[in-house]
T-cell receptor, first 115, second 111 residues
Framework: AQSVTQPDIHITVSEGASLELRCNYSYGATPYLFWYVQSPGQGLQLLLK??????LVQGIKGFEAEFKRSQSSFNLRKPSVHWSDAAEYFCAVGAATGGYNKLIFGAGTRLAVHP | EAQVTQNPRYLITVTGKKLTVTCSQN?????MSWYRQDPGLGLRQIYY???????DKGDVPEGYKVSRKEKRNFPLILESPSPNQTSLYFC??????????FGPGTRLTVT
């Protein structure tokens, strides 16, 4: 069955430190992969996406993610975290199911940033 | 500005009182969907609509109805809300069903 696992429920980093959020997926075909961010009281904003081609993708707000097929992973990274990055982050896989497309989400990782 | 709007943003109601949450998009997207977000569970799809002629159940459709009479609108209807439907609800639209654009969310409390 298709699924997305985000192993870390909560992560705390210091401002200026590097960040890596983990995402593993289970999907039989070549996946479409997404990272969304949800700031407190806000909807979900698309950070970046992978459809094909270069496995290192750049997104907004200085984020990047690397698709590793051999590890079924799509980890999100940022070299230097800002206090405004505190939010919840969701990894999602785009799946084709029963003739239609859908997104399958992980449970999310909540990021706290210490000054 | 391209956007998905939802109303109301916050709603407190009582068990059994019918309610409707509206959703509208201005991007001319064919695909729209509803999700609920619960702690530790991420987002789960309630219903989706591929176009005005096709609407179908998602992963957690029990207790919900939807309507797609025109492309831009996709209301979520709770005929008889129960406390286990207390949640944060998101509407989304998409050209393909993969890259989705989300509304700001509706926080529903059923007492």
């Amino acid at each position: 069955a298709q699924s997305v696992t985000q192993p870390d429920i909560h992560i705390t980093v210091s401002e200026g430190a590097s960040l890596e959020l983990r995402c593993n997926y289970s999907y039989g075909a070549t996946p479409y992969l997404f990272w969304y961010v949800q700031s407190p009281g806000q909807g979900l904003q698309l950070l970046l996406k992978y459809f094909s081609g270069d496995t290192l993708v750049q997104g907004i707000k200085g984020f990047e993610a690397e698709f590793k097929r051999s590890q079924s992973s799509f980890n999100l990274r940022k070299p230097s975290v800002h206090w405004s990055d505190a939010a919840e982050y969701f990894c999602a896989v785009g799946a084709a199911t029963g003739g239609y497309n859908k997104l399958i989400f992980g449970a999310g990782t909540r990021l706290a940033v210490h000054p | 500005e391209a956007q998905v709007t939802q109303n109301p943003r916050y709603l407190i109601t009582v068990t059994g009182k019918k309610l409707t949450v509206t959703c509208s998009q201005n991007m001319n997207h064919e695909y729209m969907s509803w999700y609920r977000q619960d702690p530790g569970l991420g987002l789960r799809q309630i219903y989706y609509s591929m176009n005005v002629e096709v609407t179908d159940k998602g992963d957690v459709p029990e207790g919900y109805k939807v309507s797609r009479k025109e492309k831009r609108n996709f209301p979520l209807i709770l005929e008889s809300p129960s406390p286990n439907q207390t949640s944060l609800y998101f509407c989304a639209s998409s050209r393909t069903g993969h890259e989705q654009y989300f509304g700001p969310g509706t926080r529903l409390t059923v007492t």
